[in-house]
């Protein structure tokens, strides 16, 4: 399925990795957690190291709501490991800061998500990046500014610092439009995971799939939602309307 003409919202979301921000996950996991495994290796072998990051990403996956990411992974590592969160943050965030930046190299980065971007805010619509808030603010801001983009210019970029939820949970979509203050209805959501960013449609909301870099394809069969490559999703964007709001 191609990209329906027009929309009638005023919110464009926008996923980071894989969407606005191409690259193949199998190789941002390797070179991720091989850097991270180095920088930690003082503290836990890399097989553990890799063990205690997934465990406290799967517990930010389950978050009820009751706390913010961050809080939940920091409780997973302090009561389930032997690290301490608060001892090991600055470390982690020092990380991010430096080693992290690395993982650009497997990026397949072009101007395209910048000028999708600047089309959009030209017409008058509202961009967010709602990408899974599993990552500190300081390595999604990073990602950004891979892009050459301001993450400042946003009203919304989801971190594990701001956020309550985290994807495949619908609830993380309600507390990105109650933050936006808009409806999902009139948000558009693009991404390139078929399992977490379509389960935005069970709210209503306008779902389109990237397929350069397409995960959990297998789970498109009887789904209706939009795929297109990104260069054909800067076509649809020149071909929208200047948003005029609600």
């Not at 990403?57 to 961050?70: F, I, P, S, Y």
């Not at 495949?168 to 991404?191: A, H, Q, T, W």
């Amino acid at each position: 399925m191609n990209f329906i003409p027009g929309f009638r919202g005023q919110t464009v979301l926008f996923d980071l990795d894989g969407t606005l921000l191409p690259m193949d996950m199998n190789e941002f996991e390797k070179e991720y957690f091989s850097g991270l495994c180095r920088r930690m290796a003082s503290r836990a072998k890399p097989e553990e190291m890799y063990q205690y990051i997934w465990g406290g990403t799967r517990a930010m996956v389950e978050n009820d709501g009751q706390k913010t990411n961050r809080e939940v992974f920091r409780d997973y590592l302090n009561e389930n490991t032997p690290l301490n969160y608060d001892v090991c943050e600055p470390e982690f965030l020092d990380f991010y800061q430096n080693d992290f930046q690395s993982c650009v190299r497997i990026c397949h980065i072009t101007d395209l998500s910048k000028k999708i971007v600047a089309a959009l805010r030209g017409k008058g619509y509202t961009v967010a990046i709602a990408t899974n808030p599993i990552f500190p603010q300081v390595a999604t801001y990073s990602r950004l500014r891979w892009l050459d983009m301001d993450p400042e210019s946003f009203p919304l970029v989801t971190t594990f610092e701001n956020s309550h939820f985290a994807k495949p949970n619908p609830s993380y979509y309600k507390e990105v439009c109650e933050k936006l203050g808009v409806r999902p209805e009139d948000c558009v959501m693009v991404g390139n995971d078929v399992v977490e960013d379509g389960v935005a449609a069970s709210l209503g909301m306008r779902v389109i799939l990237i397929e350069d870099f397409l995960l959990h394809r297998e789970k498109l069969s009887g789904q209706s939602f939009e795929t297109g490559s990104l260069a054909a999703f800067y076509e649809w964007v020149q071909a929208l309307p200047e948003c005029r709001g609600n």
